[in-house]
C-alpha cells in the first residue's frame, strides 16, 4: 500500500497532464470524453496517498468514528467515481445527438457547419 | 512482503498491458490490453487487499471483474454493430 | 425444476459468500435467491443452458484434466515469449465437434481458447476454427483428447 | 511447521503467479499481431491468475475470503475465454488477417 | 420544530422535489412542484438571512455527527444574502418558466427540464450552504450535471455543442478544484472548511498548499468564467432555453464567485494567500482584460443572447476585480456588483427570452423596430442596459463606484479611468440595442409582432424593477455587502 | 451468427450469479459505506449485460423504462426520506440514532434503508444511461 | 410656493408635459398648445426665482440620497438662473417656430419631436439647477439621450450615422473624461456638491488641477471645444428648429455652462488663478475660436457656417472663463445668455429660409432679403450680435471678456478676441450683403415666388432679434446675476 502511494503524486500528474492532454488535442468528441476520464480518474489516486508523505496530517480518524465517520477515502473516491461515470455518461448522450444533429462528431466538421 | 512483490509483478504486467492498449494498433488490441488490464486490476485489487488488511476490497475485485467482461462485450458489439441495443448478439433464434 | 435447483444453487453461494448466519440475513438470502430466480425467468435464463446442474459431479474430474492442460500450455507459451527468437509458427486449424449440446459445444471452444497456445474464432455446431500459436499446440489439439474428454464430460444427456 | 510449509508454497505461488503476468504482459508486447497477442494475454489470465489466487488463498487459510477468492477465480475461468473469444472473433469478422506461417492450413475465413 | 433544521431544509426541498417529478412525470406537476420548492427555499432563504443579520453563525450537523468529523451546513452572514439572491432569482425564473419553457422545450420533456431545473437549485443552494470542502464539490457537480442537461434542452441544435463544451470544461473546472480540495486534506486531514482554515497556518506556504490554492483558484475561475477562461459561456447562454440562460447567468456564475471568496479568505485567510502568491496581481490583469476584451467582442456580436453572454464575461471581470483589491471597498464593490448583476443579467435574458418567443432567434436583424411592436420589452431591455452601463439610478452603479472608490483609495487613480473607460464599451453595445429597437422602421415581419405574455413580462419586471429600485435604495445591498466583506476579510479565525 | 454462442451461454451462466452478489453486496453493505452503490452498479451490469446479449427489446420486457424511472426518483426519495425522517422523530437530517430505541440498531436501520435508496437510485441510473445508449444505433429514435 | 418647491415643479413640468404630448398626437392643435403652456409654464416657474437668487438666496432642495456623500440635489445659483431663464425663455420662441417649421416642411414624427424637446428642457433645468457634479452629470447624460431621436428625426442614412457621432462622442466624452473627473474629484475633494470658491481648494497639486481640468473641458464635449467638436456639425441634418435647441436653447449651452460652473463651483476661480498647468486653456479655446471662424469662412453651406461659428463663440466661454478674472467670469455667463439669442436668431432665419425659399447654400442668397425683408434683418440683427457690435447683446458679453483681458493684461486674448471678431464679420457680414444688396440670381429655379416664411416662425424670429437688441439696452436683469458671480460669495 505504501510503495504505491509512493509514486501516486507522479502517477497523479501524469494522468491529468495526459488526460488534459488528450481533451484538448483531439478534435473527436468521444476521445476528448475519454481524456476527460482519464484525467478525473487522477482524483481518485490523489485521495489514496496519505498527507504524512508531503507534510500533512492525516486525516481525522478517530476509533470511535472509524467505522462511520464521513472524511474517509474511499468513500470520497467512489463519490468521485460516481460523478466522473455520470459526466461520461451525460458526454456521451450528448455525443450521440450530437452525431444525429450533425452527422459527425468531429469537432472540426461540426464547427465547420455553424460558420 | 511476499504481497508486495506481487503487487509489484502485476503492476508490470499491468504497465505492459498499458502500454499495448496505447501502442494499439488496431482497436481489436487496444480492447484486448484493456482486457488484460482489467484481469490485472482485479488482481491488484485481490493483493492490495491483503497488502493493507482491507478484505473488503476482494469483493471490489469480483465486481470490477463483472464489469470488465461486459465493458469488453460491450465495445466489441458496439464496434460491430453501431449499437449496443441490437438483437443481433445472440437474441434471434439459431438454426439447430 | 430448474427454478427450484437454481434456488437451491444461487441460495448456497449466498450462503458461501455471507459467512453469517443471522436469521435477517439468511432470510434476505433465500428471498434474494427467490428474487433473482423470478427475474432470470423473467429474462428466460433459466434453462438447461444457463444452469447445467445436471453435469453434476463430473465437472470436478474435467476441471482438474483442463487445469493440468492449461498449466502445461502456459508454460509452453512462457517459454516462447521469453524465447528470444520468438518461436513461433500461428496457423489456423479447423476442429470438428462431437458434442451434441450447445453447453457441450461451448464448453469446448472456452477449454480451447483458456488453453493458452490456441483460441476459438468461429464456433458453429459442426466444428471450430482455431488459431493456434505453434504447429505442436494445433497438432495436441487435433489429436483430439480435448473432444472427446469434453463429450464424455457432456454425457449422455 | 505446516505454517512454515504454508507460507513457502504461497510465497511459490505469489512469485510464480507474478512471473507468468509478467510474462504474460511481456507477450503482449512482443507478439507480431493481434491473434498471437491473444495467447499472450492468456497466460497471464490463467497461470498468471490462477497461481497469485492461490497464494493467496493459501495465506487466508479456510475463511470466507478464500471462498471469495474461489469466486473471483470461477469468475475469470468463466469470462477469461469468452472474451478473449468474443475479441478474435469480432477480429476475425471485421477482417483483421491473421499473421500465418507457410503452409498454416486454412486461409483466413469467417 | 422546524426552524433548526432550515439550514439542511434549504437544499433538501428542492433536492426532495426533483425525484418526485420523475416519479410522476408531468409536465404541469413538475413545474407546481418546481415552484413550491422555489419558493420554500426562498422563504427559508429570508428566515435564514433574519437570523443571522446579526452576525450569528448557525452550524447544521449532518446526521448529528459533530463537525469536523460529520458533514457541517453552516449559515452566515455572507452566504444567507446569496441563499437570498439564488432562490429569489430562481423562483422568479421558474415563474417565468411556465409560459417560456412551453414554447421552447418538447412537452414529453417538460418534466426532465424542471427536474433539472430543481437539481440545479438544490446543487447552487448545496454549494452555497455547505461548510464541507468535499461536499461543496459533490453539489458543484449537481448543479453542473442538471445545468448540461438544461442547457442541452435548447431549440437549436448548437445546443448540443454548447453543453457538450460546457461539460468539457465545468469538469475540468470541478476536477481541479477537488484536486486542490484533495491536496488540502492531504495537508489538514480534515475537510470541513472552518476546521481547515484552523489547521491551515501550520501548514501554510508549503508547496502542496499553494498548489492547492492554484488549483482551486483555476477550477473556479473556470466555473464563473473569468477570462480567458470563459470560452464555454457564450455558446451556453446563447443555446440554453431562455429562462436557463436567465438563472445561468444571474445564479451560477455567482455562487461560484463565492466559492472562490470562501475560499480566498475564509479558508486560506485573505492575506497569506495574496502575499505568497500574485494571485492579486493575476487577478487585476485578467479581471481588466474581461472587461475590456469581453465588451468589445460583445459589441461585435449579431445575435443578442451572445452579445449579452460575452457582457456577462465582462461583467464578471468587474467583480473579480473587486475580489483582487483585497480591501473592504473593494470586496464591497465585487459583491455588490455580484447581486446587481445577478438583479440585472437575470432581466435582460428574461425579456430577451420573450422577444425570442415572437421572433425565434434574437439577431440584430431581426428586432428591427421592435421598440414600437413590443414597448414593455424593449424599454425593460434599455433600463437593463443602462444597469450593465452603470448609470446612476440603477443597481449598475452602485457597485461601479464601489469599485472606483476601490481603486482610488489604493491609489490607483489610472484603474479608475480604466473602469470608468470600459463602461464606454458596454455603452456602445447598449447602444446597438437601442439604435436597432426604436430607430430602425420595423421589418414587415417584426411589425406583426405582439407584446410578449403577461406571464413572462412580470417576472422579468420584477427584476427589471430590482434593479431600478436597489440602484436608488442602497441601504440594503451596499450595507449587507459591505458587512460581508468585513466578514470575508476578518478571515476564518 | 454461431459464434455468440459462446457469449450466449456464458452470459446465462453469469446473469443470475450477479443479480445475487448484488443483493448480497447491498445487505452486507451496512459494514462498510458503499455498499448501496456497488449492490446497484453490479445489478444495472447484470441486467445491461442481458441487454447487450440478447438485445435491447428483450431488455426493456424484462424491466420497462417506465420502471427504470421510476427507480431513479424512488431511489432518492428513500435517502431522502430517511433523512426527514431523522428530523420527524427529533434528531437532525439523516440521523439514524433516532431511528430506533436502541441507537446502534437505528445506525444500522438508517444506513440500511439509505443504503437501499443508493442501490435502486444507481441501479436505475445505469440502466437508463444504457437505454439511451442502445436505443440510438445508426437509426436509433432519440430518447431523453 | 417656497423656492425649493418651484425647482422642483420647473423640473416636473416638462417632465409632465412628455405624456400629454404623446397622448394629443391625434389633435396636433392641443398638442402645440400643451407646449407652448408649458414652455411658458416653466419660462414664469424659473422666472419666480429669480428674485430670491437676486435676493442672494440659494434654494435648494434634495430629491435622493444614492449613497453616503452621493445624492440628487438641487441648489439655485446666478449662473444657473441665467441658465435656465435663457432655455426656458428661449424654448417659448422655439415652440412657436417649431410650429411653423413643422407644419411649414410637412416634417414626420412630431408627436416625438415635441415629446423630447419638452424632455430635452426638463434635462436642462435639471442641469442649470443641479446641486452637485452627480446631479449634472445624471441630467448632462439626459440631455444627450432624449436629443438622440432629434438629431436623427429623419431617419436617413446621414442621420443615423450624425446620430451615432453624436452620441458616440457625447456619452463617450462624457464617460471616459468627465464621469472620472468627477470621480477624481470626489476622491481628492471627499464632496462633489458645488461650492462657491471652489472644493479642491487645497486639495489637488498643481499637476493633478491641469489633468483634471483637461478631463473636464475635453469630457464636456457638448462645450464643443476642439477637438471634441465633430459632432457639432454632423448635427446639422436635424431640422432647424433642432438646430435652434443644440445651438441655442440647451445642448452646447449646457456644455459651456457646465465648463463655467465647474471653474468657479469646482475648482475656484481664485483657486485655479493661483495655480499654474492652466495656461493651455486659453491657448485652446483661443485656437478653436480662430481654427473654427476659418471653416465657417470657407463654408458655403448656411447651417455648416452657422454650426462652426457656434463651435468658435462657445469658445468665447471658454476663454473668458479660462481667463480666470472677474470681468471676464461675468461676460462668460452673460455670453452664453447672448450667444443663445443671437444664435437663434440667426438659425431662425436660416430656417424660413429654407421653408419659405428651400436655399440652403450661402451663394443661392443674392437678393432674398427683399422677399423676406423680416427674416433678413433678423439675420442681420443676430450677426452683429455674434460679431459683437451694437446695438446687439452681443457687444455686451465680449465687452467684460475683453475688459477681463485687458484688465489682467492677457494680451494674447485679446488678440485672439480681435482677430475672432474680425473673421465672424468675416463669415457673417457677406451674407447680409449679400441678400440686401446683390440683385437675385437670374430666375431658373421654381421656387423663385416666395415671400416670407410662415407666419408663427417669422414672430419668432423677429421675437428673438428684439430679444438681442433689448438685451444690449436692458442687461441689468442679467447683469446682476452674473455679478454676484465675479462678487464675493
Ligand atoms: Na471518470
Ligand atoms: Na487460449
Redesign the interface.
Known amino acids: 500500500m505504501r510503495f504505491a502511494s509512493h509514486y501516486s503524486y507522479w502517477i497523479t500528474m501524469f494522468l491529468l497532464i495526459a488526460g488534459l492532454y488528450i481533451v484538448i488535442a483531439h478534435g473527436n468528441l468521444i476521445k476528448k470524453l475519454v481524456g476527460l476520464s482519464i484525467f478525473q480518474t487522477s482524483v481518485y489516486l490523489l485521495y489514496i496517498a496519505p498527507g504524512k508523505l508531503i507534510g500533512g496530517t492525516a486525516p481525522i480518524v478517530t476509533e470511535q468514528f472509524q467505522?462511520?465517520s464521513n472524511p474517509?477515502p474511499?468513500?470520497l473516491i467512489?463519490t468521485a467515481i460516481?460523478v466522473g461515470v455520470?459526466t461520461l455518461?451525460l458526454g456521451?448522450?450528448l455525443v450521440?445527438?450530437i452525431r444525429?444533429a450533425y452527422g459527425s462528431i468531429e469537432e472540426d466538421e461540426i464547427l465547420e457547419q455553424e460558420v | 512482503m511476499m504481497f508486495a512483490v506481487a503487487a509489484i509483478a502485476v503492476l508490470i504486467a499491468l504497465s505492459l498491458a498499458l502500454a499495448r492498449a496505447f501502442l494499439g494498433p488496431t482497436v481489436f488490441d487496444r480492447v484486448l490490453a484493456a482486457n488484460t488490464v482489467g484481469t490485472g486490476a482485479m488482481l491488484l485489487l485481490a493483493v492490495v487487499s491483503f497488502l493493507g488488511g482491507r478484505p473488503?476490497f476482494i469483493?471490489?475485485a469480483?465486481?470490477y471483474g463483472?464489469?470488465n467482461?461486459?465493458g469488453t462485450?460491450?465495445v466489441l458489439?458496439y464496434f460491430r454493430?453501431?449499437?449496443?441495443?441490437?438483437?443481433?448478439?445472440?437474441?434471434?433464434e439459431?438454426q439447430w | 425444476m430448474y427454478a427450484l435447483s437454481?434456488f437451491l444453487v444461487?441460495f448456497g453461494?449466498?450462503l458461501l459468500?455471507?459467512g453469517?448466519f443471522t436469521p435477517f440475513?439468511v432470510s434476505?438470502?433465500a428471498a434474494?435467491?427467490i428474487?433473482?430466480?423470478a427475474?432470470?425467468h423473467?429474462?428466460n435464463?433459466?434453462?438447461h443452458?444457463?444452469?447445467?446442474v445436471h453435469l453434476g459431479w463430473r465437472v470436478i474430474g474435467y476441471w482438474s484434466w483442463l487445469g493440468k492442460e492449461i498449466a502445461k500450455s502456459a508454460w509452453d507459451v512462457s517459454k516462447i515469449i521469453v524465447n528470444p527468437r520468438l518461436p513461433i509458427s500461428p496457423m489456423l486449424v479447423r476442429v470438428k465437434t462431437t458434442q451434441k449440446t450447445?453447453?457441450g459445444?461451448?464448453t469446448y471452444?472456452?477449454s480451447i481458447t483458456l488453453t493458452p497456445g490456441t483460441i476459438?474464432v468461429?464456433?458453429?455446431?459442426e466444428e471450430i476454427l482455431v488459431h493456434a500459436l505453434t504447429r505442436s499446440s494445433a497438432k495436441a489439439l487435433l489429436e483430439g483428447e480435448m473432444d472427446r474428454r469434453v463429450t464424455h464430460f457432456e454425457g449422455a444427456s | 511447521m505446516v505454517a512454515g510449509a504454508v507460507d513457502v508454497l504461497s510465497w511459490a505461488s505469489l512469485v510464480g503467479g507474478g512471473v507468468f503476468c509478467v510474462i504474460g504482459g511481456v507477450g503482449l508486447i512482443r507478439m507480431p499481431d493481434f491473434y498471437t497477442r491473444t495467447h499472450a494475454a492468456g497466460v497471464t489470465d490463467t497461470l498468471g491468475a490462477g497461481l497469485l489466487l492461490l497464494g493467496l488463498m493459501l495465506q487466508a487459510g479456510l475463511s470466507l475470503v478464500t471462498v471469495k477468492l474461489v469466486m473471483l477465480g470461477l469468475l475469470i475461468f468463466?469470462?477469461s475465454p469468452?472474451a478473449t473469444?468474443?475479441l478474435a472473433?469480432a477480429a476475425m469478422?471485421r477482417g483483421i488477417k491473421p499473421l500465418l506461417r507457410d503452409g498454416g492450413q486454412e486461409p483466413s475465413k469467417p | 420544530m422546524i426552524a433548526p433544521?432550515l439550514p439542511?431544509?434549504q437544499v433538501?426541498l428542492p433536492?426532495?422535489a426533483?425525484?418526485?417529478?420523475?416519479?410522476v412525470?408531468r409536465g404541469g406537476f413538475a413545474w407546481l412542484l418546481a415552484t413550491a420548492a422555489s419558493v420554500a427555499a426562498l422563504g427559508i432563504a429570508l428566515a435564514l438571512f433574519a437570523r443571522v443579520a446579526d452576525g450569528a453563525v448557525l452550524s447544521?450537523?449532518?446526521?448529528?455527527w459533530p463537525p469536523p468529523w460529520g458533514i457541517e451546513y453552516r449559515v452566515d452572514r455572507v452566504n444567507a444574502f446569496l441563499l437570498v439572491l439564488v432562490s429569489s432569482i430562481a423562483t422568479v425564473v421558474v415563474i417565468y418558466s411556465r409560459t417560456s419553457v412551453a414554447a421552447e422545450v418538447p412537452r414529453?420533456?417538460l418534466y426532465?427540464f424542471y427536474t433539472m431545473y430543481a437539481l440545479c437549485l438544490a446543487g447552487l443552494l448545496g454549494i452555497t450552504v455547505t461548510g464541507d470542502a468535499f461536499n461543496l464539490f459533490v453539489f458543484l457537480e449537481i448543479s453542473s450535471l442538471s445545468t448540461y442537461v438544461l442547457i442541452a434542452l435548447g431549440r437549436d441544435r448548437r445546443a448540443l455543442v454548447a453543453s457538450y463544451q460546457y461539460l468539457i470544461m465545468g469538469t475540468i473546472g470541478a476536477t481541479f478544484f477537488v484536486i486542490g480540495v484533495g491536496l488540502l486534506y492531504l495537508m489538514t486531514g480534515t475537510l470541513n472548511l472552518a476546521d481547515m482554515a484552523q489547521r491551515l497556518p501550520q501548514v501554510a506556504e508549503s508547496r502542496p498548499v499553494l498548489a492547492a490554492l492554484a488549483f482551486i483558484t483555476v477550477g473556479v475561475c473556470l466555473k464563473l468564467a473569468l477570462f480567458p477562461l470563459h470560452l464555454w459561456l457564450p455558446n451556453a447562454y446563447a443555446y440554453a432555453p431562455s429562462a436557463v440562460t436567465a438563472l445561468l447567468a444571474a445564479t451560477a456564475t455567482k455562487v461560484s464567485v463565492y466559492v472562490l471568496l470562501r475560499f480566498y479568505f475564509f479558508v486560506f485567510g485573505g492575506t497569506t494567500v495574496f502575499i505568497a502568491l500574485p494571485m492579486a496581481e493575476i487577478l487585476l490583469l485578467l479581471s481588466l482584460a474581461a472587461m475590456f476584451i469581453a465588451s468589445t467582442v460583445a459589441i461585435f456580436q449579431d445575435n443578442l443572447k451572445r452579445m449579452f453572454a460575452y457582457s456577462s464575461v465582462a461583467q464578471i471581470g468587474y467583480i473579480t476585480l473587486g475580489v483582487s483589491f483585497d480591501s473592504v471597498t473593494g470586496l464591497t464593490g465585487g459583491v455588490v456588483h455580484l447581486f446587481n448583476h445577478a438583479l440585472t443579467k437575470g432581466a435582460l435574458f428574461l425579456l430577451l427570452g420573450g422577444v425570442a418567443l415572437r421572433v425565434g432567434v434574437v439577431r440584430f436583424d431581426n428586432i428591427g423596430g421592435i421598440g414600437r411592436m413590443m414597448p414593455v420589452t424593449a424599454f425593460g431591455i434599455v433600463l437593463g442596459g443602462l444597469s450593465l452601463i452603470g448609470v446612476p439610478a440603477t443597481v449598475g452603479f452602485v457597485s461601479k463606484w464601489y469599485l472606483v472608490l476601490a481603486a482610488l483609495e489604493s491609489g490607483a487613480w489610472w484603474l479608475a479611468f480604466l473602469i470608468v473607460l470600459s463602461s464606454l464599451l458596454t455603452v456602445a453595445y447598449v447602444w446597438r440595442f437601442v439604435e436597432a429597437a426604436y430607430f430602425r422602421e420595423p421589418d414587415p415581419a417584426v411589425a406583426r409582432l405582439k407584446e410578449a405574455p403577461l406571464a413572462m413580462l412580470v417576472p422579468a419586471w420584477l427584476l427589471v424593477g430590482a434593479s431600478v429600485y436597489f440602484g436608488l435604495d442602497t441601504v440594503l445591498t451596499v450595507g449587507g455587502a459591505s458587512q460581508a466583506a468585513q466578514d470575508l476579510l476578518r478571515g476564518g479565525r | 451468427?454461431?459464434?455468440?454462442?459462446?457469449?450466449?451461454?456464458?452470459?446465462?451462466?453469469?446473469?443470475?450469479?450477479?443479480?445475487?452478489?448484488a443483493?448480497?453486496?447491498q445487505?452486507?453493505g451496512d459494514f462498510?459505506?458503499?455498499g448501496g452503490?456497488?449492490a446497484g452498479?453490479?445489478a444495472a451490469?447484470?441486467i445491461?449485460?442481458?441487454?447487450?446479449?440478447?438485445?435491447?427489446?428483450?431488455?426493456r420486457?424484462?424491466v420497462p423504462s417506465r420502471v427504470v424511472?421510476?427507480m431513479?426518483?424512488?431511489?432518492?426519495?428513500i435517502y431522502?426520506g430517511v433523512?426527514?425522517l431523522?428530523?420527524v422523530l427529533g434528531?437532525?437530517?439523516?440521523?439514524?440514532?433516532v431511528l430506533s430505541g436502541d441507537p446502534v440498531n437505528g445506525?444500522h436501520r438508517g444506513?440500511f434503508w439509505v443504503e437501499a435508496g443508493v442501490a435502486v437510485t444507481?441501479a436505475g441510473?445505469m440502466i437508463k444511461?444504457?437505454?439511451?445508449?442502445?436505443?440510438?444505433?445508426?437509426n436509433?429514435e432519440?430518447e431523453? | 410656493m417656497t423656492p425649493a418647491g418651484t425647482i422642483l415643479f420647473a423640473l416636473a413640468v416638462p417632465l409632465a408635459a412628455m405624456p400629454l404630448i404623446a397622448v394629443s398626437h391625434r389633435a396636433p392643435n392641443v398638442r402645440e398648445a400643451v407646449t407652448l403652456v408649458t414652455a411658458t409654464l416653466l419660462f414664469l416657474l424659473v422666472a419666480s426665482l429669480t428674485p430670491h437668487v437676486l435676493a442672494g438666496e440659494r434654494p435648494e432642495v434634495t430629491v435622493l440620497h444614492v449613497l453616503p456623500g452621493l445624492r440628487v440635489a438641487f441648489t439655485v445659483e446666478p449662473l444657473g438662473m441665467l441658465f435656465g431663464l435663457i432655455a426656458s425663455g428661449l424654448w417659448i420662441v422655439n415652440s412657436l417656430y417649431s410650429i411653423g417649421y413643422m407644419r411649414g416642411n410637412q416634417e414626420r414624427h412630431q408627436t416625438r419631436f415635441y415629446v423630447c424637446f419638452a424632455g430635452a428642457l426638463a434635462s436642462t433645468v435639471g442641469i442649470a439647477f443641479a446641486g452637485n457634479l452627480f446631479t449634472l452629470f445624471l441630467f448632462y447624460e439626459a440631455l444627450t439621450l432624449i436629443t438622440y431621436p432629434l438629431v436623427t428625426h429623419h431617419r436617413t442614412e446621414e442621420a443615423r450615422r450624425a446620430g451615432r457621432l453624436y452620441i458616440g462622442m457625447l456619452v463617450g466624452g462624457s464617460i471616459a473624461f468627465l464621469l472620472v473627473a468627477i470621480i477624481w474629484t470626489w476622491a481628492l475633494a471627499g464632496t462633489i456638491e458645488f461650492e462657491p470658491g471652489g472644493i479642491l481648494r487645497e486639495k489637488a497639486s498643481n499637476a493633478t488641477v491641469g489633468v483634471l481640468l483637461a478631463l473636464y473641458v475635453f469630457g464636456i464635449c457638448k462645450a464643443a471645444v476642439m477637438p471634441m467638436h465633430r459632432w457639432l456639425p454632423a448635427a446639422m441634418v436635424a431640422p432647424t428648429p433642432v438646430s435652434a435647441l443644440l445651438h441655442a436653447v440647451a445642448v452646447v449651452k449646457a456644455g459651456v455652462f457646465a465648463v463655467v460652473k465647474v471653474v468657479i463651483y469646482v475648482f475656484g476661480v481664485a483657486e485655479l488663478a493661483a495655480l499654474g498647468n492652466t495656461e493651455w486653456l486659453p491657448l485652446v479655446a483661443g485656437f478653436t475660436i480662430i481654427a473654427a471662424s476659418i471653416v465657417a469662412l470657407r463654408s458655403d453651406n448656411l447651417k455648416r457656417r452657422l454650426a462652426y461659428s457656434t463651435v468658435s463663440q462657445l469658445s468665447y466661454v471658454v476663454l473668458a472663463a479660462a481667463l480666470l478674472t472677474p470681468l471676464s467670469i461675468i461676460g462668460a455667463a452673460l455670453h452664453i445668455a447672448t450667444h443663445a439669442l443671437g444664435k437663434i436668431t440667426l438659425f431662425f432665419a436660416a430656417g424660413a429660409i429654407y421653408t419659405a425659399a428651400h436655399k440652403t447654400e450661402v451663394s443661392q442668397l443674392d437678393g432674398i432679403g427683399r422677399r423676406m425683408p423680416w427674416t433678413m434683418g433678423a439675420f442681420a440683427i443676430g450677426s452683429l450680435s455674434m460679431i459683437g457690435l451694437p446695438p446687439a447683446a452681443g457687444f455686451v458679453s465680449k465687452w467684460y471678456i475683453l475688459s477681463g483681458a485687458m484688465a489682467t493684461g492677457q494680451w494674447g486674448a485679446v488678440a485672439v478676441l480681435a482677430a475672432g471678431t474680425l473673421l465672424s464679420a468675416g463669415y457673417l457680414m457677406p451674407i447680409v450683403y449679400r441678400a440686401f444688396f446683390l440683385p437675385p440670381a437670374p430666375a431658373g429655379g421654381h421656387h423663385e415666388a416666395h415671400g416670407e416664411a410662415p407666419l408663427t416662425m417669422v414672430v419668432a424670429v423677429s421675437a428673438s432679434a428684439f430679444g438681442t437688441v433689448a438685451l444690449f439696452f436692458y442687461p441689468e436683469a442679467l447683469l446682476a446675476l452674473s455679478r454676484q458671480l465675479a462678487g464675493p460669495g
Request: avoid cysteine; hydrophobic fraction near 55%.
Open positions: 467505522v462511520y474517509l474511499h468513500v467512489l460516481v455520470a455518461a456521451l448522450a450521440v445527438r444525429e | 473488503e469483493d471490489l469480483i465486481v463483472f464489469l467482461v461486459i462485450i460491450a458489439k454493430y453501431g449499437s449496443l441495443g441490437e438483437p443481433g448478439a445472440g437474441g434471434e439459431r | 437454481s444461487l453461494f449466498w459468500l455471507s453469517y440475513l434476505m438470502g434474494a435467491a428474487a433473482v430466480v427475474l432470470a423473467r429474462m435464463v433459466v434453462d443452458e444457463g444452469h447445467p450447445t453447453v459445444v461451448v471452444a472456452n476459438s468461429e464456433v458453429s455446431n | 468463466f469470462t469468452t473469444h468474443a472473433r469478422v | 433544521h439542511v431544509l433538501v433536492l426532495l426533483a425525484p418526485l417529478m420523475v416519479v412525470r447544521y450537523a449532518m446526521g448529528s414529453e420533456q426532465l | 451468427m454461431s459464434g455468440d454462442l459462446v457469449l450466449r451461454v456464458v452470459a446465462k451462466l453469469l446473469i443470475a450469479f450477479m443479480l445475487l452478489f443483493l448480497y453486496v445487505f452486507h462498510g459505506p458503499g452503490f456497488q452498479v453490479i451490469a447484470a445491461i449485460f442481458y441487454g447487450i446479449i440478447y438485445g435491447l427489446p428483450a431488455a420486457k424484462v424511472e421510476t431513479v426518483g424512488l431511489g432518492v426519495l431522502a433523512g426527514v431523522g428530523i434528531g437532525n437530517y439523516l440521523d439514524y440514532f445506525q444506513i444507481v441510473v444511461i444504457f437505454y439511451m445508449f442502445a436505443g440510438r444505433g445508426r436509433g432519440p431523453a
